[in-house]
C-alpha cells in the first residue's frame, strides 16, 4: 500500500488533470462563444448602399455605416451588426437568416420564412429618397380639432367644448413592410381638452391624455398607442357621456371608452368595448 505521502500526492496529480481539463473545455467554449458574437465586417462592408427589391425595383433601404434608413419619412433608422451568417437588426435583435450575399445580390429570409431578394442600387436619383435622416412624426387626429354641441336637457340648455391637440409626444410602431423587414413609424400623440357650460356658467373644464386611462386600459397597450378623439355621445339623469378611443395608430387595435361628466362637475370612466 502507498504511504500517506504518497496517496496525497496521486489524489493531487488527479484533481490538476481534471481541473486542466475543466478548464481546456470552458476555454473552448468561451472561444466559439466569442466567435459567434464577432461581427462579420467584410459582409457589413459589402452591404453599405442603396438596397431594391429585385421584382419591384421599388426602394427597400440604404445602409450607410452600422445604421440602416428608410425611405419612408416615417420610419426610424435601425442599428444592425452581421454576426456569422445571420443579419441582426434593433434593440430587439430580430434576426434575418442570409441565404446569398453578393456585391450586388442580398437575399435574406424574412420573420415569415420568405426569402427576400434585393439588388443594389446604381441609379442616382434613388439618393434623392433618403435627402432625411431623421424621421418625420405623423399626427393621428379626427378630420374636425375642434367641435361645439349644443344640448338641452330637462329644460336647460348646455354646450359641450372638444378641442384636439396634436403634441410633440412620440409613440412609436412596430410593424414590417412588404418584405418582412421590421421598420419603426413614429406618431404624435394628443392631449384633448373637454369644457361643458350651463349657459355662462362653467361646469367642467380639463385636459385629457391616455394616461388618465390607465385604470382601464393595460400599460402595454398605451405605450403603443395614442389618444385618437373624443365625440359627444348624449347626455342623460347621469351627466354628459363623451366617447373616447384609445388606438395603436394605423391599426385596428382600440379601446372605446365613455368618459362621463355629471351636472355637479363630476368625471367618471367606463370601458365601452375593445
Same mark, same amino acid.
Given at each position: ?6 496517496? !496525497?500526492?496521486?489524489?493531487? +496529480? ?23 458574437? +464577432? ?30 434608413? @428608410? ?10 451588426? #452581421? #454576426? ?13 437568416? /442570409? ?28 439618393? #434623392? ?28 340648455? @348646455? ?25 419603426? &413609424?413614429?406618431?404624435?400623440? &394628443? ?5 361643458? @357650460? ?13 394616461? +388618465? ?34 388606438? /395603436? ?5 382600440? @379601446? ?10 363630476? !368625471?367618471? +370612466? ?5
Amino acid at each position: 500500500m502507498l504511504d500517506n505521502k504518497k496517496q !496525497m500526492a496521486v489524489v493531487f +496529480m488527479l484533481l490538476s488533470a481534471v481541473a486542466a481539463s475543466l478548464l481546456t473545455v470552458g476555454c473552448g467554449r468561451k472561444s466559439e462563444a466569442a466567435a459567434d458574437r +464577432m461581427e462579420n465586417v467584410e459582409a457589413k462592408a459589402m452591404l453599405q448602399g442603396i438596397w431594391a427589391d429585385e421584382i419591384s425595383e421599388s426602394i427597400v433601404f440604404k445602409i450607410e455605416g452600422d445604421t440602416i434608413f @428608410y425611405p419612408d419619412r416615417t420610419s426610424r433608422p435601425a442599428r444592425f451588426v #452581421i #454576426i456569422g451568417d445571420t443579419l441582426v437588426m434593433g434593440e430587439a435583435r430580430v434576426k434575418y437568416p /442570409i441565404v446569398k450575399h453578393t456585391a450586388h445580390l442580398f437575399s435574406f429570409k424574412n420573420p415569415n420564412g420568405d426569402v427576400v431578394r434585393l439588388v443594389k442600387s446604381s441609379a442616382p436619383n434613388d439618393t #434623392i429618397a433618403f435627402v432625411h435622416d431623421s424621421p418625420e412624426p405623423m399626427t393621428v387626429s379626427p378630420q374636425k380639432l375642434k367641435t361645439d354641441t349644443v344640448v338641452v336637457y330637462g329644460g336647460e340648455r @348646455y354646450h359641450c367644448y372638444i378641442a384636439v391637440n396634436p403634441t410633440t409626444y412620440k409613440v412609436v410602431r412596430t410593424s414590417y413592410n412588404n418584405d418582412g423587414v421590421k421598420v419603426e &413609424n413614429v406618431y404624435y400623440d &394628443n392631449i384633448i381638452h373637454v369644457s361643458v @357650460y350651463h349657459g355662462t356658467r362653467q361646469l367642467y373644464s380639463r385636459d385629457f391624455t391616455k394616461q +388618465m386611462y390607465s385604470r382601464l386600459v393595460p400599460e402595454t397597450f398605451l405605450r403603443r398607442a395614442v389618444l385618437g378623439h373624443m365625440e359627444f355621445g348624449k347626455v342623460d339623469a347621469r351627466g354628459f357621456h363623451f366617447n373616447s378611443t384609445i388606438c /395603436i395608430p394605423d391599426g385596428d387595435s382600440c @379601446y372605446l371608452l365613455d368618459t362621463q361628466i355629471t351636472f355637479d362637475g363630476e !368625471m367618471s +370612466m367606463e370601458l365601452i368595448e375593445y
